[in-house]
């Protein structure tokens, strides 16, 4: 009887903690009502409108083992970089030569344009042109 009673008591304090749970405050619903625009290789060249406030997910190509890597060329005021990082793509994400996705998260501080630039080359060789340049322009507003 007392083994029961035991778990009658864990249960009973559970639901008392899910319906303790505070409410979430005003400024945390804002939070999720900016959007995220998703870009990549195949938008090179084009004009892109961003709100201020909304985060632009650029993701490229790239392979890694051949040490080339995007990198952003100046400063892309007013897009913020909040973030990048490399994902494995496919099935064979694990084998050595296989191309990888280079994704940067940026987000729109304030209005204004922006030229965003990426060159893909490997960082050591300072005075060699790139392989390849991304560009887009970005309209925050």
Not at 8 to 21: D, E, I, R, T, Y
Not at 40 to 49: F, R, S, V, Y
């Amino acid at each position: 009887m007392t083994r029961i009673a035991i778990v009658v008591v864990h249960l009973l304090l559970f639901s008392l903690m899910l319906v303790a749970q505070p409410p979430q405050s005003p400024g945390a619903q804002q939070k999720s009502t900016s959007s995220v625009i998703a870009i990549a290789d195949q938008d090179n060249g084009k004009d892109i409108e961003l709100p201020a406030g909304d985060t632009l997910v650029l993701r490229l190509t790239s392979n890694p083992s051949t040490g080339y890597s995007w990198a952003i060329k100046g400063d892309p005021s007013p897009l913020k970089l909040v973030k990048s990082s490399t994902k494995k793509t496919g099935q064979n994400g694990h084998a050595v030569g296989t191309p990888v996705t280079q994704e940067f998260r940026l987000t729109a501080v304030s209005a204004g344009m922006a030229s965003l630039t990426l060159e893909y080359r490997r960082p050591w060789e300072s005075n060699v042109a790139p392989v390849k340049t991304f560009r887009v322009r970005v309209n925050a507003h």
